[in-house]
């Protein structure tokens, strides 16, 4: 066993405080050395208090996501039949660009993320044990001009699982009402020349047990403990989404988004609203019409219909736009 875990042994066994003192003499260790292990239990995520001339106390353990427990509730093939779970990391995609030689389907998941990305390099919030970050690696047979499509079905995977009234706001993010639950980054790697891609790495990050946001999030960010009142299993969870993820990934990679462009219709906020977009480089205001075959936003302005591939598009009445 080690010190650590024979340290949080004897917390957890204890009726209420133990010294310092009294750890160290029991484990043959200084107590400088006790001291040194109680901070790294605390950043593993187990809060103890310590008190002067009483000692320590463990009063709560981190939850995780047990990967047993997420390989057991999986039914799929190949998706995350291959799981790399970790403690800590600055990102599960970029963890998962390092390794991208690990197998087509490898899911990248961690308790928390240090540095979670959104898209344009902006922060995603990853508390510890908070939501299921995770990344999938994935060499799909498609070309390159399709990918951004793999973040459609990955949202409307999400959406699936999580239920909950949860939509689309198109392209990248799951919202509950007008916040978002679920933010999707898919980014890849391709040979310039021949437009081969090497890999495809799309990552989830879905708010679960977050009890609350820092203020400048509140008003677009929400969690499923939010919305039910009650905390959810992220292990479950994260194989639900797992398993509506593969069929949708598999019909899209053979057939195309037009196979999926019905239900992903249904499922997005977006459609119908009034939006306002960037397109070539000016601020437009229109209204969101259609999604087209290969998952491009049509939208109807005053110029007409035009095609939003990528890019930013506020929906007016979320996020704060009034
Ligand atoms: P958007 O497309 O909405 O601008 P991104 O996909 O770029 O968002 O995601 C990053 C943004 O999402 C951040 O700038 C922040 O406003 C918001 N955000 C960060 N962390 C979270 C979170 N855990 N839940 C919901 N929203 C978040």
Same mark, same amino acid.
């Given at each position: 066993?080690?010190?650590?875990? *024979?340290?949080?042994?004897? !917390?957890?066994?204890?009726?209420?405080?133990?010294?310092?003192?009294?750890?160290?003499?029991?484990?043959?260790?200084?107590?400088?050395?006790?001291?040194?292990?109680?901070? @790294?239990?605390?950043?593993?995520?187990?809060?103890?208090?310590?008190?002067?001339?009483?000692?320590?106390?463990?009063?709560?353990?981190?939850?995780?996501?047990?990967?047993?427990?997420?390989?057991?509730?999986?039914?799929?093939?190949?998706?995350? /039949?291959?799981?790399?779970?970790? =403690?800590?990391?600055?990102?599960? =995609?970029?963890? @998962?660009? /390092?390794? &991208?030689?690990?197998?087509?389907?490898?899911?990248?998941?961690?308790?928390?993320?240090?540095?979670?990305?959104?898209? !344009?390099?902006?922060?995603?919030?990853?508390?510890?044990?908070?939501? %299921?970050?995770?990344?999938?690696?994935?060499?799909?047979? %498609?070309?390159? #001009? /399709?990918?951004?499509?793999?973040?459609?079905?990955?949202?409307?995977?999400?959406? /699936? &699982?999580?239920?909950?009234?949860?939509?689309? *706001?198109?392209?990248?993010? %799951?919202?509950? #009402?007008?916040?978002?639950?679920?933010?999707?980054?898919?980014?890849?790697? &391709?040979?310039?020349?021949?437009?081969?891609?090497?890999?495809?790495?799309?990552?989830?990050?879905?708010?679960? =047990?977050?009890?609350?946001?820092?203020?400048?999030?509140?008003?677009? &960010?929400?969690? !499923?403990? %939010?919305?039910?009142?009650?905390?959810?299993?992220?292990?479950?969870?994260?194989?639900?989404?797992?398993?509506?993820?593969?069929?949708?990934?598999?019909?899209?990679?053979?057939?195309?988004?037009?196979?999926?462009?019905?239900?992903?219709?249904?499922?997005?906020?977006?459609?119908?609203?009034?939006?306002?977009?960037?397109?070539?480089?000016?601020?437009?205001?229109?209204?969101?019409?259609?999604?087209?075959?290969? #998952?491009?936003?049509?939208?109807?302005?005053?110029?007409?219909?035009?095609?939003?591939?990528?890019?930013?598009?506020?929906?007016?009445?979320?996020?704060?736009?009034?």
């Amino acid at each position: 066993m080690f010190v650590r875990d *024979k340290i949080l042994k004897i !917390l957890k066994e204890a009726d209420g405080y133990v010294s310092g003192e009294r750890i160290s003499g029991m484990l043959g260790i200084s107590r400088a050395a006790v001291w040194k292990h109680i901070k @790294a239990l605390r950043a593993d995520g187990y809060e103890i208090l310590s008190v002067t001339n009483k000692g320590y106390r463990l009063c709560s353990e981190p939850e995780n996501i047990l990967s047993d427990r997420l390989s057991a509730a999986l039914c799929t093939d190949h998706i995350g /039949r291959n799981i790399v779970y970790m =403690n800590k990391v600055d990102s599960t =995609n970029e963890e @998962a660009k /390092r390794r &991208a030689d690990m197998p087509d389907g490898t899911l990248f998941i961690a308790e928390q993320q240090e540095s979670g990305k959104g898209r !344009l390099g902006r922060l995603w919030e990853s508390p510890r044990g908070g939501g %299921i970050w995770m990344s999938l690696l994935l060499r799909p047979d %498609i070309p390159l #001009g /399709r990918v951004s499509e793999i973040t459609l079905a990955a949202g409307l995977a999400v959406c /699936r &699982a999580v239920g909950c009234g949860a939509m689309i *706001k198109w392209p990248n993010d %799951i919202v509950i #009402g007008s916040r978002k639950i679920c933010g999707i980054l898919t980014e890849m790697s &391709a040979e310039p020349d021949t437009g081969t891609i090497n890999y495809v790495v799309c990552g989830m990050g879905i708010n679960v =047990n977050i009890e609350s946001f820092p203020d400048d999030l509140k008003a677009k &960010a929400t969690s !499923l403990l %939010i919305e039910t009142g009650e905390r959810h299993s992220r292990d479950e969870i994260a194989a639900r989404v797992l398993n509506e993820f593969e069929p949708v990934y598999e019909l899209l990679c053979a057939e195309g988004f037009g196979a999926i462009r019905e239900e992903y219709a249904r499922m997005c906020v977006t459609l119908g609203r009034e939006v306002r977009v960037i397109y070539r480089k000016n601020e437009t205001i229109g209204k969101a019409a259609d999604i087209d075959e290969n #998952g491009t936003l049509l939208v109807d302005t005053e110029n007409g219909r035009i095609p939003v591939s990528s890019g930013e598009v506020s929906v007016r009445g979320m996020y704060g736009y009034a």
